[in-house]
């Protein structure tokens, strides 16, 4: 089993719905947890992270945890074809090493 | 100007060659990374270090070095290069976070290297 899983898609969504990226994590013990946005063939880039259990909003993104479920989430709002790109998602775990998911990549087609 | 650059951004080379990525830094972290990513198989550490006397294996250390000469420079060696070696490598950074676990790695741009 990985530590961090995610579906590589590609999860393709029309214009102005909402993408729903899932991340499951094994350490039961981690505790800061990150996505990441990289379009092809670019660096990674950090967009939200998150560390207690619930939702964090920022604009159209919203993260949400859920600990004793060992899942973290991230929906965009009004997806827009510039959101076009691969999602990883990263997890600290107990050893303190950021593990990163294999990501997943979304298509918003117009 | 870029906070975490790398040279070469793109470098083909062949099997039995010695090579060395470059990387450095303007955000005055202490902690460097190097990773490398391969399709399906997302980023995976080869080496990292939280300051110039302290260099770490990551996941995938075999067939690679690091030196960390300054704050602000990580350089990764491949001593001979090898095909499976072909890949995207970055560098990244972070900063000593007030609570253990939390700090965000911050990403150069990449370098490209192919190896024949």
């Known amino acids: 089993q990985k530590e961090v899983e995610q579906n590589s898609g590609p999860l393709s969504v029309p214009e102005g719905a909402i993408a729903s990226l899932n991340c499951t994590y094994s350490d039961r013990g981690s505790q800061s947890f990150f996505w990441y946005r990289q379009y092809s063939g670019k660096s990674p880039e950090l967009i939200m992270f998150i560390y207690s259990n619930g939702d964090k909003e920022d604009g159209r993104f919203t993260a949400q945890l859920n600990k004793a479920s060992q899942y973290v989430s991230l929906l965009i709002r009004d997806s827009q074809p510039s959101d076009s790109a691969t999602y990883l998602c990263?997890?600290?775990?107990?050893?303190?090493?950021?593990?990163f998911g294999q990501g997943t990549e979304l298509s918003v087609k117009p | 100007d870029a906070d975490v650059t790398q040279t070469p951004r793109n470098r083909i080379t062949k099997t039995g060659k010695r090579i060395m990525l470059e990387c450095s830094q303007t955000k005055g972290h202490d902690r460097m990374y190097w990773y490398r990513q391969d399709p399906g198989l997302g980023l995976r550490l080869i080496y990292y270090s939280f300051d110039v006397k302290d260099i770490n294996k990551g996941e995938i250390s075999d067939g690679y070095s690091v030196s960390r000469q300054a704050q602000a420079k990580f350089s990764l060696s491949l001593e001979s290069a090898i095909p499976n070696q072909t890949a995207l490598y970055f560098c990244?950074?972070?900063?000593?976070?007030?609570?253990?676990?939390?700090?965000?790695?911050?990403f150069g741009p990449g370098t490209r290297l192919t190896v024949l």
């Open positions: 990263a997890v600290y775990n107990q050893g303190g090493k950021l593990i």
């Open positions: 990244a950074t972070s900063d000593l976070p007030g609570l253990a676990g939390r700090d965000t790695q911050y």
